[in-house]
Structure formats: structure tokens, C-alpha cells
């Protein structure tokens, strides 16, 4: 973009001014993407544990969701479910918290990750609301 405004005005396509507010709100950019990238850098090792954290969690859904008491087990449901999606009282679709539906959209094999055990064995067990 910046390469651009400078041949529009050198060719004197825009004015001086035009030139001057196009080149605020660019640099007004760079200086936001590099706060955003700063911030990323010093939270880095933060994402990298929530990862690790979720992965076990998810290894381990099943076991912690069966020994787990009523506000447990809606616990388990804030930390992984974004939305759930009823129709007719029945389950239509789910959006998953990060980086659990990054999980499951890496997730290969018997979809027990995305369907919540081994494929055809588990009947849902709603969580509580």
C-alpha cells in the first residue's frame, strides 16, 4: 500500500494532502500490528501451556465428565463449548472454546475427539445449564 501511494504521488494522482493522510493512517497500522505482535511474543508461552493444558484435558474428557459431580461436569462444558445449538430439544451443532476446536479439526481417526468417545458408543449426556 505504501509503495503505492508513493508512485500515485509521484505521478501527482493525489494531492500532497491526500498523500499525507493515507501515510497517517498506514503508519496509524503498522503501529497497531506491531502492538498486536508484541503482544503476541510476550504471550506466547502462555498460549503454548493453554494448548498443552486443553490437549490433556481433551485426552482425558471421558474419565474427568464420568467422575465428575453436576457443577463439574458444567464446568467441563464452559471450558470446551462455546455454543451449543438446540432444535427440538436435540443437539444440532456445537462451536468449541480455542484451542479445542483446533484440536478437533487436527483430530484423525474414529471422531471419538469430536463425537465424544468411540464412534457409536456414547449416548450424549447433556451438560447442565
Not at 70 to 99: F, H, M
Request: net charge neutral.
Amino acid at each position: 500500500m505504501e509503495k503505492n501511494l508513493q508512485r500515485l504521488a509521484i505521478e501527482e494522482e493525489i494531492s500532497f494532502e491526500d498523500f499525507k493522510e493515507h501515510r497517517a493512517r498506514i503508519e496509524a497500522e503498522r503501529s497497531r500490528l506491531r502492538t498486536t505482535v508484541d503482544a503476541v511474543k510476550q504471550r506466547q508461552h502462555l498460549v503454548r501451556a493453554d494448548f498443552e493444558i486443553a490437549l490433556e484435558l481433551a485426552t482425558q474428557l471421558d474419565f474427568l465428565f464420568e467422575k465428575a459431580n453436576y457443577d463439574e461436569k458444567r464446568l467441563l462444558c464452559e471450558t470446551v463449548l462455546k455454543r451449543v445449538y438446540v432444535k427440538q430439544g436435540k443437539i444440532t451443532a456445537t462451536e468449541l472454546n480455542a484451542p479445542f476446536a483446533l484440536i478437533t479439526r487436527n483430530a484423525a481417526g474414529s471422531g471419538a475427539v469430536t463425537n465424544g468417545g468411540e464412534e457409536g458408543t456414547r449416548t450424549p449426556t447433556p451438560c447442565g445449564t
